[in-house]
């Protein structure tokens, strides 16, 4: 019979590592390379673990007022591939999520809106990263302005009906996972809106 791990309590919960010293590996463009000192606090090991320090991200759900999510494709070096997105990019020093939600958007699409909020934020991959990605719905875009890309950019973009963007997430033709969880934060939105509308 297999067992019900929801309902089977933890023994014990996992000790939290002391932080000590850390050193630069390598600094690159985008990150910067770290070998950072830990001690577990019981069994007295210690060893050091290598940790990715970026900057934050953000990443953007630009709506309009007829319900199409604003997506843009471009070629990924990391999976040698095309990918298709939500917009989103680097947030300065500084700077703030939404602040930057609306920068990105306006420089990788052209879009601009008039209502902005913060959806969320997640850890991208706290097994090797200590950077967070902020989740930012822009509602009401409309197309307004040039696009400004930086050298290395090249962005197709497309506005989606929100429930084909949803269907693309399902069947994998979505397949970057920081859009995935700006796609879960804004389901409630979006069902909340189609309820509204046929209320």
């Not at 070096?77 to 939500?86: H, K």
């Amino acid at each position: 019979m297999p067992m019900n791990f929801a309902s089977t309590p933890s023994s014990t919960s996992p000790a939290r590592w002391v932080k000590g010293a850390s050193r630069s590996l390598a600094a690159t463009r985008i990150f910067d390379l770290r070998g950072v000192d830990y001690r577990h606090p019981v069994r007295g090991t210690q060893r050091e673990f290598v940790v990715i320090d970026a900057p934050d991200w953000v990443n953007v759900l630009a709506l309009t007022a007829c319900g199409r999510l604003v997506m843009v494709n471009q070629f990924r070096y990391g999976m040698d591939d095309f990918s298709w997105e939500i917009p989103g990019g680097v947030i300065e020093r500084g700077e703030d999520p939404v602040a930057a939600g609306l920068r990105e958007l306006q420089e990788e699409t052209g879009y601009v809106g008039n209502s902005a909020r913060l959806l969320g934020s997640v850890n991208p991959n706290p097994a090797i990263m200590n950077n967070r990605c902020h989740l930012v719905l822009v509602e009401n875009v409309v197309l307004t302005t040039e696009q400004t890309w930086d050298s290395d950019e090249e962005i197709e973009v497309l506005s989606l009906p929100v429930d084909e963007a949803y269907a693309w997430a399902q069947s994998g033709r979505i397949t970057h996972s920081l859009v995935l969880n700006a796609l879960l934060l804004f389901s409630p939105v979006w069902a909340e809106r189609k309820q509204a509308r046929h209320a």
